[in-house]
Nanobody
């Protein structure tokens, strides 16, 4: 089992940047495929990015490709999401999630495939 805690959210102006972190408890972080999702008020949860256990494979939603970068540091049991060129439509609660299955590009975008979730961190982008 793994517990996830996001941090790094906040208020930023359009065009600005933020880096989200997701700290994981336990010593098995390196075994998990990890993902970032977000949910805006009144909208469904949206996949953003995923990364394999080694970091060698990544997958991005079209809406954030080229602006967001997912990375991980297994030695620190931490997942990151670097967000550049932020837009007001990026305003949402951002969640990290852990998937105990091996990385599979067909499934990493599906929230239902993830076993553990953090509590979320709010990101607000002002225009």
């Amino acid at each position: 089992q793994v517990q996830l805690v996001e941090s790094g959210g906040g208020l930023v102006q359009a065009g600005g940047s933020l880096r989200l972190s997701c700290g994981a408890s336990g010593r098995t972080f390196g075994r998990y495929t990890m993902g970032w999702f977000r949910q805006a008020p009144g909208k469904e949860r949206e996949f953003l990015a995923a990364i394999s256990w080694s970091g060698s494979a990544t997958n991005y939603a079209d809406s954030v490709k080229g602006r967001f970068t997912i990375s991980r540091d297994n030695a620190k049991s931490t997942l990151y999401l670097r967000m550049n060129s932020l837009k007001p439509e990026d305003t949402a609660v951002y969640y990290c999630a852990a998937n105990s299955a091996a990385y599979n590009s067909d499934y990493v975008r599906l929230g239902t495939k993830y076993d553990y979730w953090g509590q979320g961190t709010q990101v607000t982008v002002s225009s």
